[in-house]
């Protein structure tokens, strides 16, 4: 059974920093262009940034762009976010995701083949 399992949530202040993990399990991590999509209270869940298998190329929403970071370490199997300058609007249960074989990275959820179960972060004014 594939296992996506993040970590690194929590509360912070506005304009704070932190950094999310997601470890992935029982597939060849190579091979799954990985994204962060992230569901804010009330809203529906959103694309956030994906990284090719590589690494060479990554997506932002416009949102978070300047602010998050995506990479990835496909030794330990790991993709991260480090997001920076964190505003309230930044809360949301965040989640990886990984799509098989892709050759680009997609915005729609659906594509994707594996999800986590989710890390909240929580960002106080």
């Known amino acids: 059974q594939v296992q996506l399992v993040e970590s690194g949530g929590g509360l912070v202040q506005a304009g704070g920093s932190l950094s999310l993990s997601c470890a992935a399990s029982?597939?060849?991590?190579?091979?799954?262009?990985m994204a962060w999509f992230r569901q804010r209270p009330g809203k529906e869940r959103e694309f956030v940034a994906g990284?090719?298998?590589?690494?060479?190329?990554?997506d932002y929403i416009d949102s978070v762009k300047g602010r998050f970071t995506i990479s990835r370490d496909n030794a330990k199997n790991t993709v991260y976010l480090q997001m920076n300058s964190l505003k309230p609007e930044d809360t949301a249960v965040y989640y990886c995701a990984a799509d098989y074989d892709s050759t680009r990275i997609w915005s729609q959820g659906y594509l994707y083949n594996y999800w986590g179960q989710g890390t909240q972060v929580t960002v106080s004014s």
């Open positions: 029982r597939l060849t991590f190579s091979r799954y262009v």
């Open positions: 990284i090719t298998q590589s690494g060479a190329s990554t």
